[in-house]
């Protein structure tokens, strides 16, 4: 039987990754060490370091599915929820969550693949000087003056409007 869309996508973006550094273990989901009767107090594990460098990437892996196939997608609510710190010591919202996602101006490259979509659509306002792959863009985001969203053809953009950088990054 042919896997759903999603599952199929979830399943390309686990077969694009390097999984060599989670040797230790196939743990069934919800393995629980304490009460797997499995488990044998000699069984080598993993430090707790090595065990949230396994989890971020597991985090990352399934946020790139999640955030190609929802534009309401918020990776650092996603990293939160799966029980990963998303802030620095100072409080600032931490940079390496985000920057594992592969992923560019709220653009993310299909799963498992190297490639971001054909642009089929891009938006801007009459109050922008630049045209964006979508709001999720950041640029477009912090100069948002809640005005009309404008949609056009990539090829159909008026000359009033010139690419944001996260269109020309896209079409190379």
Do not use: M, Y
């Given at each position: 039987m042919a896997l759903s869309k999603l599952a199929q996508q979830f399943?390309?973006?686990?077969?694009?990754?390097?999984?060599s550094d989670a040797h230790i273990r196939?743990?069934?989901a919800g393995h629980d060490?304490?009460?797997d009767t499995k488990s044998h107090p000699n069984d080598p594990v993993l430090s707790a370091?090595?065990?949230?460098?396994?989890?971020?990437n597991v985090m990352w892996v399934t946020a790139q599915v999640l955030g190609y196939n929802d534009p309401?997608?918020?990776v650092y609510e996603f990293a939160e929820a799966c029980g990963i710190?998303?802030?620095?010591?100072?409080?600032a919202k931490n940079g390496m969550i985000d920057a594992g996602l592969r992923s560019w101006r709220g653009q993310y490259?299909?799963?498992g693949t190297w490639k971001f979509d054909p642009l089929t659509e891009v938006v801007t306002t009459d109050t922008s000087d630049a045209y964006h792959t979508s709001t999720s863009c950041s640029l477009f985001r912090r100069g948002y003056q809640n005005t009309p969203i404008r949609k056009f053809s990539p090829d159909a953009v008026p000359s009033k409007w010139?690419?944001?950088?996260?269109?020309?990054?896209?079409q190379d």
């Open positions: 399943a390309d973006e686990i077969s694009l990754q390097d999984w196939l743990d069934r060490r304490a009460s370091e090595q065990a949230q460098k396994v989890k971020i309401n997608f918020d710190n998303v802030l620095t010591s100072r409080g490259q299909r799963p010139k690419p944001c950088e996260c269109v020309t990054v896209l």
